[in-house]
C-alpha cells in the first residue's frame, strides 16, 4: 500500500446479538493519498474464522437477557469469561490468519444491554473485559466502541454505517441510485447510500433473533438452511400483530435489541392464538416479518441494489422472501464486492479499531443520530507502551477493498 499512513495489520473480534460465538477476522489497513484532498482507506482482508463460544457460557449469556434479571456477580463473571474467551481468539487469529503478526486488536465485545427509552438510547453494555486480550496477545487493544456515540447523543449503531458509506459511496455516485447495506444479525439494519445525500442508517428490526429463539424452543439452535420456515405458512393474524409494532414506524436515527424483541415479546404475541400455532408456521410468520420490514424499509429510501451480509444470508427460505419482497430491487451479498459476508462485521470491527487508533473519528452523525463525528473507544496498553500513529490524518472519503 502506497500510503503516508503505512499498512497496519488489525484484528477484528466481534460476537453478535445472536451470541452463538465470536467472529475474527484479520486485514491489513492503509490509508493511500493520506495527504490529499480525497484519502483512501485500502482494506486488505487476509482471513477469518468463526469460534463457537463454549456451550455453557452461550447459555448463561442467553439466560440474562430480558426479561431475565442479572446479578452484579454474574455480569462480573460474564464480563470475565467473555474476555478470556475473545482473548483466545484473538490468539487464534494472530497464529492462524495473521502469521504471527498484529499491531492491534479491535473487539466489539458482546452486546449484553442497549438502554433505550423513548427512541433514545441512554446507555449501552458490551462484555468482554479487554485486559484479557492485551494480556494473553501482549498488543494493544480498542474496544467499548459504542459509549462515546451514545454520549454525544447518538445510538451507538449501527456502527456499520462507518464501513458502509466509506465504502458504497463512490459505486451509489456511479450507478446514480441509492444503494442499501443491509446486516442479517440479530437485529437486522441498513445502511442507504444516496448519492450527493448524508447516509442513513437504523436498525430495521429482528434479524435473525426471533427466528433463532423459536427454533431453539423447538429443540434446534437454529433453523439450519430455513428448512422449518420452507415447511410452514405464515399466520396471517399473527404477522398483523408483530407488523403493528410501532418500532417500525419510528423515524430514523433509531436501534433496537433484544431487550425489545425477547422470548417475553414473542409470547405476549403468539400467546393470542388461542389454538396455538406449530413450530413451522411460526417460523414462517417470523421470516415474513423479517423479510417484509427490511423490504419497507429499503423501499422507503429507494434503494436499488441491497447488498446484504450476515448470519442471515445462509437462510435460503429468509433471502427468497427478501428477493420476492424487494423485487424489482436487486439483492446480492457483499461476497460479491469482496467483503465475506458472514465475517463483514468483524472487518467493521477492525476498520474502526484502525481509525480510532489513527486519531480519524470514526463515527457517522448522520446515521447515529450524534452531534458530531467522535473518535471511538477505549484503548488498553499491550505489552509495550502506547505508541499510535502520529498525528490526526484528515477524515477519509472512501474504502477500498483490495
Given at each position: 500500500m502506497r500510503?503516508?499512513?503505512a499498512?497496519q ?6 460476537s453478535g446479538t445472536s ?6 477476522a484479520?486485514?491489513?489497513?492503509g490509508?493511500a493519498?493520506?495527504t490529499?484532498?480525497?484519502p483512501?482507506i485500502?482494506?486488505?482482508p ?5 469460534l463457537a463460544?463454549?456451550?455453557?457460557l452461550?447459555e448463561r449469556?442467553?439466560?440474562?437477557l430480558?426479561?431475565a434479571?442479572?446479578?452484579a456477580?454474574?455480569l462480573c ?7 478470556q474467551a475473545f482473548?483466545?481468539?484473538?490468539e487464534r487469529?494472530?497464529?492462524e490468519?495473521a ?11 458482546q452486546?449484553?444491554?442497549h ?6 438510547c441512554?446507555?449501552?453494555?458490551q462484555l468482554?473485559?479487554p485486559?484479557w486480550i492485551?494480556e ?15 454520549a454525544?447523543g ?11 458509506t466509506?465504502w458504497l459511496?463512490e ?5 446514480g441510485t441509492?444503494l ?8 437486522a439494519n441498513?445502511t442507504v447510500v444516496?448519492?450527493g445525500?448524508?447516509?442513513l442508517a ?7 433473533a426471533?427466528?433463532d429463539?423459536a427454533?431453539?424452543?423447538a429443540g434446534?439452535?437454529?433453523d439450519a438452511?430455513?428448512?422449518?420456515a420452507?415447511?410452514?405458512t ?5 404477522l398483523?400483530r408483530?407488523?403493528?409494532?410501532p418500532y417500525?414506524q419510528q423515524?430514523?436515527?433509531k436501534?433496537?435489541g433484544?431487550?425489545?424483541f425477547?422470548?417475553?415479546?414473542l409470547d405476549?404475541?403468539t ?5 396455538g ?6 417460523l414462517?410468520t417470523?421470516?415474513e ?5 427490511v423490504?419497507?424499509?429499503c423501499r ?5 441494489r441491497?447488498?446484504a ?5 445462509r ?5 427468497r ?8 430491487a ?6 460479491q464486492f469482496?467483503l465475506?459476508a458472514?465475517?463483514k462485521?468483524?472487518h ?5 479499531g484502525?481509525?480510532?487508533w489513527?486519531g480519524i473519528a470514526?463515527s457517522?452523525p ?5 452531534s458530531g463525528a467522535r ?6 496498553p499491550g505489552?509495550?507502551p502506547?505508541?499510535p500513529?502520529?498525528?490526526p ?10
Open positions: 500510503d503516508a499512513v499498512a495489520r488489525v484484528i477484528g473480534l466481534i451470541m452463538d460465538g465470536i467472529d475474527v484479520v486485514a491489513d489497513l490509508i493519498g493520506a490529499t484532498d480525497a483512501t485500502e482494506l486488505a487476509l482471513g477469518d474464522i468463526e463460544y463454549p456451550e455453557r452461550r449469556l442467553l439466560a440474562v430480558p426479561p434479571g442479572c446479578t456477580a454474574e463473571e460474564l464480563d470475565t469469561l467473555v474476555g482473548a483466545g481468539a484473538a487469529g494472530i497464529a490468519l502469521a504471527g503478526k498484529a499491531d492491534l486488536i479491535a473487539s466489539l465485545g452486546t449484553i444491554y438502554w433505550v427509552d423513548a427512541g433514545r441512554l446507555g449501552t453494555l468482554g473485559q485486559a492485551a494473553a496477545t501482549g498488543r494493544p487493544v480498542v474496544s467499548d466502541l459504542r459509549a462515546r456515540d451514545v454525544a447518538g445510538q451507538g449503531a449501527p456502527l456499520a454505517s462507518t464501513l458502509d466509506l459511496t459505486l451509489a455516485h456511479r450507478d441509492p442499501a447495506a443491509l446486516n442479517l444479525g440479530g437485529i441498513i444516496a448519492p445525500s448524508p447516509a437504523y436498525d430495521t428490526g429482528p434479524g435473525n426471533l427466528l429463539l427454533a431453539r424452543r434446534r439452535p437454529w438452511e430455513g428448512e422449518l420452507a415447511a410452514g405464515p399466520d396471517r393474524g399473527l398483523d408483530l407488523l403493528a409494532d417500525y423515524s430514523p436515527p436501534s433496537t433484544k431487550e425489545r425477547h422470548s417475553g415479546y405476549n404475541a400467546g393470542l392464538n388461542a389454538e400455532i406449530g413450530t413451522e408456521d411460526l414462517a417470523l421470516v416479518l423479517t423479510a417484509i420490514t423490504a419497507d424499509a422507503a429510501h429507494g434503494a436499488a441491497v447488498i451480509s450476515g448470519g442471515g444470508v437462510n435460503p427460505t429468509l433471502m422472501s427478501l428477493a420476492a419482497r424487494l423485487a424489482p436487486e439483492i446480492t451479498t457483499s461476497d469482496g465475506p458472514h465475517a462485521e468483524a467493521l470491527t477492525a476498520l474502526l484502525f481509525l480510532t489513527n470514526a457517522t448522520s446515521a447515529t443520530g450524534a473518535l471511538l473507544g477505549s484503548v488498553t505489552l509495550l502506547l505508541r500513529s502520529g498525528p490524518s484528515r477524515s477519509v472519503k472512501r474504502l477500498r477493498v483490495i
